[in-house]
């Protein structure tokens, strides 16, 4: 893991110790889609 993307997680795991437990749902299920996009691209290049 690059030191970009741990300066990156650790500022993105400060908000989220923030956050009420409402607006983590909402994280958790936007998370949830972007894998699943990341998923499909792979799939996409793939076959094409």
């Given amino acids: 893991m690059t030191k970009e993307k741990k300066e990156r997680i650790t500022a993105i ?18 998370s949830e889609l972007l894998r699943a996009r990341d998923a499909m691209e792979v799939e996409t290049q793939k076959a094409g």
């Avoid at 795991?13 to 437990?21: G, R, S």
Wanted: glycine share 0%; net charge neutral.
């Fill in 13 to 30: 795991v400060q908000n989220l110790k923030q956050m009420d437990i409402v607006s983590l749902k909402l994280m958790e299920n936007n």
